[in-house]
C-alpha cells in the first residue's frame, strides 16, 4: 500500500485471529515503512498557504468555506453601531468516552450473500443503506442489529473501517468475525466533538439593543470527513446563533479545515451548545463593556410572545415560547436576588463567588419522516415499531405512554422494536433532539389509522353504520348505546373472523409520516460557582435549570436528560480537552491524562418548566436531549468570570482548569496591586 498515514489511529493493516493474543502478536508482526512528514493539528495553522497538505485536491486543506448571512447589510450594521463588543473564543475538541467503547459483530450467509452486523449504533435502517453502499451490494443484502448502547452522544452513528474489515474477513473465512476497541484506541479512533476557534461579534445602538451578530473562523474536521461532521462546525452554528433574541442580521464565515488529527463527528449538540456559547459569552461581555446590568441587556432584546411566529435572522422561524417567563422563572428558584449575601459568606472563608444567568434556543435535527408501525399480536400485546433507537434515552416509556393515550392500550401491554433492520424498514434514527417529536408524530397518525381501521370492522360486526361508532378510551361504541367493543377483542375477532371484502382483516397499520419539522427547545440557566484562588479549584455551589420543552410525556426522563447535558457541559467547561503535540502525538490518550467529570463534581439541580407547546406537531412537544449541554457551558464559564472580575480577568477559554484559573488570578495581581 502506497499512501499517507493522516493521523495517529488512523488504520492500515488489519489481522484476524482466534484469540487476542494471537492477533496482537501477529500485529506486531506487521511492518510499517512509514516516512515522517510534517504535521499540522490547529485548524487556523492548517488553513495558511505553505501548512503541511493532507490532500493533494484540497488546496490549503480548507474542504468547506461556509458563509451565511448579507455582508454588505451587516458591515453596514456593524459600521453604524454605537457600541462593538468583539471576542476571539476556543471552543475546545473533547473525546466522546462512552461508558461502553465501541464493538461489533460480523457474519455473512454465502447462499443469500447477506451481510450481518451487530453493532451499537443509532439508527439501523440508515445505517444499513450507508453500509450498503460501502460494500457496493443491495440494501437487502445487509442487515444491522443493535443491542443495548453503553452510550454514543452522536459518535456511534458512524460505519467505522474495522466494520467493513470485519465484514468481508467473514465472508472470506465462512465465519463470524468479532472486533472490540478498548479504552486507549478508542481516544485515537472514535470521532472527537467541538473544536471550534471563533472570532464572536455583536453589534448595540447606544439603548443596547441588538444590531448584527457575526462569527468567523475555522473549525476542525481531523484527517477525514464524516457524513455529518461540517454541519455542526458551519450551518448548526449559525442556525443557533441568534437565541432568544431580536437580532436582525446573522452572519457566519468559518472555513471547516483538515488536520493531521482524529476525525472529527457529531457530540451531543452538534453545533447548538456552540453557538448558544458564543452568543451568550457576547452578551455578557456587551453588558460589561457598556455598563448596563447584564439581566437588562438580555430583558432589552428578548422576543416577546407577541412576535411569535418570529423568523429569526438564522433563517428558521420560532413558532412558540415565553422567554421573559423563563427567565424571571429562573431568577427566582435560584434565588438570585440573594447572590449578594452568599457571596459576602464566601469572602469571608476566602474563597471567590460567581454567579451567571444565560438563555438557549436550539432548532432540533431538521425535517425528517419517521416510521410509525403498531402490531396487534396474537396474545393481547401492541407492538410499536419505530425509525428512531433508543441508546439511553428510555424511549420504550414515553412511547408507550403516548400509544396507550391514544389507542386506550394497557401501558404494560406496550412493547417496542427499534433494533433490527429487518423490521425497520424505514427512519432517519435518532440523534439532534429529534425522538419525542419524530415517533409521537408518528404514533398519531399511526393511531388514527388504526381507529379509521377499527370503525369499518366495528361497524361490521356490530352490524351499525361505520358513522354510528364512536371511538374512546380503546373502546368502539355504538353512538347513544351502551354497545361496545374492546379494541384488543375486535384485533382478536378480526384475526380470527373471516372479514367480507372492504373491511380489513386486521388493525395492523406500517405507516411513514412526512418531514416533522424542527423545534425549538428553549430555556435559562443560573450558575453559581466558589473559586479557591489559592489554588485555582472551581466548584459549582448552585446549579438552576429553567426549560421550555413544550409538552411533557415524562417528567422523569425529561430531567434525567437535563441532568445528563448538564454534566457533559461541566466536563467541557471545566476539565475536558483533547491536546496534541506540534508533531500530531496526542497528549490525551487514556483517562490518567484526559479528566472526567465524577459524581462530586456534579451539584445538585433545581430544575423547573415553564412550556409553551410547539405548534408543529401534534403533541407539541420539543427535543431535550441536548438542551443541558446548550444552557451549561456559558454560564459555568460567565459565572467563574464573574467571580474573576475581582482581579480585572475577562477573558479565559474553556476548560478552565485549576493550573489555568490559578495563572489567571497570579497573572492578575500585580495588575490589580
Same mark, same amino acid.
Given at each position: 500500500?502506497?499512501?499517507?498515514?493522516?493521523?495517529?489511529?488512523?488504520?492500515?493493516?488489519?489481522?484476524?485471529?482466534? !484469540?487476542?493474543?494471537?492477533?496482537?502478536?501477529?500485529?506486531?508482526?506487521?511492518?510499517?515503512?512509514?516516512?515522517?512528514?510534517?504535521?499540522?493539528?490547529?485548524?487556523?495553522?492548517?488553513?495558511?498557504?505553505?501548512?503541511?497538505?493532507?490532500?493533494?485536491? =484540497?488546496?490549503?486543506?480548507?474542504?468547506?468555506?461556509?458563509?451565511?448571512?448579507?455582508?454588505?447589510?451587516?458591515?453596514?450594521?456593524?459600521?453604524?453601531?454605537?457600541?462593538?463588543?468583539?471576542?476571539?473564543?476556543?471552543?475546545?475538541?473533547?473525546?466522546?468516552?462512552?461508558?461502553?467503547?465501541?464493538?461489533?459483530?460480523?457474519?455473512?450467509?454465502?447462499? #443469500?450473500?447477506?451481510?450481518?452486523?451487530?453493532?451499537?449504533?443509532?439508527?439501523?435502517?440508515?445505517?444499513?443503506?450507508?453500509?450498503?453502499?460501502?460494500?457496493?451490494?443491495?440494501?437487502?443484502?445487509?442487515?444491522?442489529?443493535?443491542? $443495548?448502547?453503553?452510550?454514543?452522544?452522536?459518535? @456511534?452513528?458512524?460505519?467505522?473501517?474495522?466494520?467493513?474489515? %470485519?465484514?468481508?474477513?467473514?465472508?472470506?473465512?465462512?465465519?463470524?468475525?468479532?472486533?472490540?476497541?478498548?479504552?486507549?484506541?478508542?481516544?485515537?479512533?472514535?470521532?472527537?466533538?467541538?473544536?471550534?476557534?471563533?472570532?464572536?461579534?455583536?453589534?448595540?445602538?447606544?439603548?443596547?439593543? *441588538?444590531?448584527?451578530?457575526?462569527?468567523?473562523?475555522?473549525? $476542525?474536521?481531523?484527517?477525514?470527513?464524516?457524513?455529518?461532521?461540517?454541519?455542526?462546525?458551519?450551518?448548526?452554528?449559525?442556525?443557533?446563533?441568534?437565541?432568544?433574541?431580536?437580532?436582525?442580521?446573522?452572519?457566519?464565515?468559518?472555513? /471547516?479545515?483538515?488536520?493531521?488529527?482524529?476525525?472529527?463527528?457529531?457530540?451531543?449538540?452538534?453545533?447548538?451548545?456552540?453557538?448558544?456559547?458564543?452568543?451568550?459569552?457576547?452578551?455578557?461581555? +456587551?453588558?460589561?463593556?457598556?455598563?448596563?446590568?447584564?439581566?437588562?441587556?438580555?430583558?432589552? $432584546?428578548?422576543?416577546?410572545?407577541?412576535?411569535?411566529?418570529?423568523?429569526?435572522?438564522?433563517?428558521?422561524?420560532?413558532?412558540?415560547?415565553?422567554?421573559?417567563?423563563?427567565?424571571?422563572?429562573?431568577?427566582?428558584?435560584?434565588?438570585?436576588?440573594?447572590?449578594?449575601?452568599?457571596? @459576602?459568606? #464566601?469572602? @469571608?472563608?476566602?474563597?471567590?463567588?460567581?454567579?451567571?444567568?444565560?438563555?438557549?434556543?436550539?432548532?432540533?435535527?431538521?425535517?425528517?419522516?419517521?416510521?410509525?408501525?403498531?402490531? *396487534?399480536?396474537?396474545?393481547?400485546?401492541?407492538?410499536?415499531?419505530?425509525?428512531?433507537?433508543?441508546?439511553?434515552?428510555?424511549?420504550?416509556?414515553? *412511547?408507550?405512554?403516548?400509544?396507550?393515550?391514544?389507542?386506550?392500550?394497557?401501558?404494560?401491554?406496550?412493547?417496542?422494536?427499534?433494533?433490527?433492520?429487518?423490521?425497520?424498514?424505514?427512519?432517519?434514527?435518532?440523534?439532534?433532539?429529534?425522538?419525542?417529536?419524530? !415517533?409521537?408524530?408518528? %404514533?398519531?397518525?399511526?393511531?388514527?389509522?388504526?381507529?379509521?381501521?377499527?370503525?369499518?370492522?366495528?361497524?361490521?360486526?356490530?352490524?351499525?353504520?361505520?358513522?354510528? =361508532?364512536?371511538?374512546?378510551?380503546?373502546?368502539?361504541?355504538?353512538?347513544?348505546?351502551?354497545?361496545?367493543?374492546?379494541?384488543?377483542?375486535? #384485533?382478536?375477532?378480526?384475526?380470527?373472523?373471516?372479514?367480507?371484502?372492504?373491511?380489513?382483516?386486521?388493525?395492523?397499520?406500517?405507516?411513514? !409520516?412526512?418531514?416533522?419539522?424542527?423545534?425549538?427547545?428553549?430555556?435559562?440557566?443560573? +450558575?453559581?460557582?466558589?473559586?479557591?484562588?489559592?489554588?485555582?479549584?472551581?466548584? %459549582?455551589?448552585?446549579? /438552576?435549570?429553567?426549560?421550555?420543552?413544550?409538552?411533557?410525556?415524562?417528567?422523569?426522563?425529561?430531567?434525567?436528560?437535563?441532568?445528563?447535558?448538564?454534566?457533559?457541559?461541566?466536563?467541557?467547561?471545566?476539565?475536558?480537552?483533547?491536546?496534541?503535540?506540534?508533531?500530531?502525538?496526542?497528549? !490525551?490518550?487514556?483517562?490518567?491524562?484526559?479528566?472526567?467529570?465524577? +459524581?462530586?463534581?456534579?451539584?445538585?439541580?433545581?430544575?423547573?418548566?415553564? &412550556?409553551?407547546?410547539?405548534?408543529?406537531?401534534?403533541?407539541?412537544?420539543?427535543?431535550?436531549?441536548?438542551?443541558?449541554?446548550?444552557?451549561?457551558?456559558?454560564?459555568?464559564? $460567565?459565572?467563574?468570570?464573574?467571580?474573576?472580575?475581582?482581579?480585572?480577568?475577562?477573558?479565559?477559554?474553556?476548560?478552565?482548569? &485549576?493550573?489555568?484559573?490559578?495563572?489567571?488570578?497570579?497573572?492578575? @495581581?500585580?495588575?490589580?496591586?
Amino acid at each position: 500500500m502506497t499512501d499517507k498515514v493522516r493521523f495517529v489511529g488512523d488504520p492500515v493493516a488489519f489481522v484476524v485471529a482466534e !484469540t487476542l493474543a494471537q492477533a496482537r502478536d501477529a500485529a506486531e508482526a506487521v511492518e510499517l515503512d512509514i516516512d515522517p512528514l510534517p504535521a499540522v493539528t490547529d485548524a487556523a495553522e492548517a488553513a495558511k498557504p505553505g501548512a503541511p497538505q493532507l490532500y493533494d485536491h =484540497i488546496p490549503n486543506n480548507v474542504a468547506l468555506d461556509y458563509h451565511y448571512g448579507d455582508t454588505a447589510k451587516i458591515d453596514a450594521a456593524f459600521a453604524g453601531a454605537a457600541h462593538v463588543t468583539k471576542l476571539d473564543i476556543v471552543n475546545n475538541r473533547v473525546a466522546v468516552a462512552p461508558m461502553e467503547p465501541r464493538v461489533a459483530l460480523a457474519a455473512y450467509d454465502k447462499a #443469500s450473500g447477506r451481510y450481518t452486523l451487530q453493532v451499537p449504533t443509532q439508527g439501523v435502517s440508515g445505517n444499513k443503506v450507508t453500509l450498503a453502499k460501502i460494500l457496493n451490494v443491495p440494501n437487502d443484502k445487509v442487515r444491522i442489529l443493535t443491542a $443495548n448502547v453503553g452510550g454514543s452522544f452522536g459518535m @456511534k452513528n458512524v460505519n467505522y473501517p474495522e466494520y467493513t474489515c %470485519i465484514l468481508h474477513a467473514a465472508k472470506v473465512l465462512g465465519r463470524p468475525v468479532k472486533w472490540t476497541d478498548e479504552r486507549s484506541t478508542s481516544f485515537l479512533s472514535d470521532s472527537h466533538g467541538r473544536a471550534q476557534l471563533i472570532h464572536a461579534e455583536l453589534a448595540l445602538d447606544a439603548d443596547g439593543k *441588538f444590531l448584527a451578530v457575526r462569527l468567523s473562523g475555522y473549525g $476542525n474536521l481531523g484527517a477525514y470527513i464524516t457524513g455529518v461532521a461540517p454541519g455542526p462546525l458551519s450551518l448548526n452554528t449559525g442556525k443557533n446563533l441568534a437565541s432568544v433574541y431580536r437580532t436582525p442580521l446573522l452572519g457566519v464565515d468559518i472555513k /471547516t479545515v483538515l488536520t493531521n488529527t482524529t476525525l472529527m463527528g457529531a457530540y451531543r449538540g452538534a453545533g447548538r451548545p456552540e453557538a448558544n456559547y458564543y452568543m451568550e459569552r457576547l452578551i455578557d461581555r +456587551a453588558a460589561d463593556e457598556m455598563g448596563i446590568n447584564r439581566l437588562t441587556l438580555r430583558k432589552r $432584546n428578548f422576543i416577546k410572545p407577541s412576535q411569535l411566529p418570529f423568523a429569526a435572522s438564522s433563517g428558521v422561524t420560532y413558532d412558540s415560547g415565553d422567554f421573559q417567563g423563563v427567565f424571571d422563572m429562573a431568577l427566582q428558584m435560584s434565588d438570585h436576588a440573594g447572590f449578594a449575601r452568599r457571596k @459576602k459568606d #464566601s469572602r @469571608k472563608q476566602g474563597k471567590l463567588r460567581g454567579i451567571a444567568v444565560g438563555c438557549y434556543l436550539e432548532a432540533t435535527a431538521p425535517p425528517s419522516g419517521e416510521l410509525g408501525k403498531i402490531t *396487534f399480536e396474537p396474545d393481547g400485546s401492541v407492538k410499536l415499531t419505530t425509525g428512531t433507537l433508543d441508546y439511553g434515552q428510555g424511549h420504550a416509556t414515553p *412511547f408507550a405512554q403516548v400509544l396507550s393515550e391514544q389507542l386506550g392500550v394497557p401501558f404494560e401491554k406496550i412493547t417496542i422494536e427499534q433494533n433490527d433492520s429487518e423490521l425497520v424498514r424505514f427512519g432517519s434514527g435518532t440523534g439532534g433532539s429529534r425522538s419525542i417529536t419524530a !415517533t409521537g408524530t408518528a %404514533i398519531v397518525e399511526c393511531s388514527a389509522l388504526v381507529i379509521a381501521k377499527g370503525k369499518q370492522a366495528a361497524s361490521h360486526l356490530m352490524e351499525v353504520s361505520e358513522a354510528d =361508532i364512536e371511538f374512546a378510551n380503546g373502546r368502539f361504541t355504538i353512538a347513544g348505546t351502551d354497545r361496545s367493543i374492546d379494541i384488543t377483542e375486535l #384485533s382478536r375477532r378480526m384475526r380470527e373472523g373471516e372479514m367480507p371484502d372492504g373491511v380489513p382483516s386486521s388493525l395492523d397499520v406500517d405507516h411513514a !409520516t412526512k418531514d416533522t419539522p424542527s423545534t425549538f427547545p428553549n430555556g435559562c440557566h443560573v +450558575a453559581e460557582v466558589e473559586i479557591d484562588p489559592e489554588t485555582g479549584v472551581t466548584q %459549582i455551589v448552585r446549579y /438552576t435549570g429553567i426549560s421550555d420543552f413544550g409538552t411533557i410525556v415524562n417528567p422523569m426522563i425529561v430531567e434525567g436528560q437535563l441532568h445528563g447535558g448538564v454534566a457533559q457541559g461541566i466536563g467541557q467547561a471545566l476539565m475536558e480537552e483533547v491536546s496534541y503535540d506540534s508533531s500530531g502525538q496526542p497528549i !490525551t490518550g487514556s483517562f490518567m491524562d484526559y479528566a472526567m467529570p465524577r +459524581a462530586e463534581d456534579i451539584p445538585l439541580m433545581a430544575v423547573g418548566d415553564h &412550556p409553551s407547546p410547539a405548534k408543529s406537531n401534534p403533541l407539541g412537544t420539543k427535543g431535550c436531549g441536548e438542551a443541558g449541554c446548550a444552557g451549561s457551558l456559558a454560564v459555568i464559564v $460567565n459565572a467563574v468570570l464573574d467571580a474573576l472580575s475581582d482581579y480585572g480577568v475577562a477573558q479565559i477559554d474553556m476548560p478552565l482548569t &485549576p493550573e489555568r484559573v490559578w495563572r489567571a488570578i497570579r497573572d492578575a @495581581k500585580p495588575k490589580a496591586a
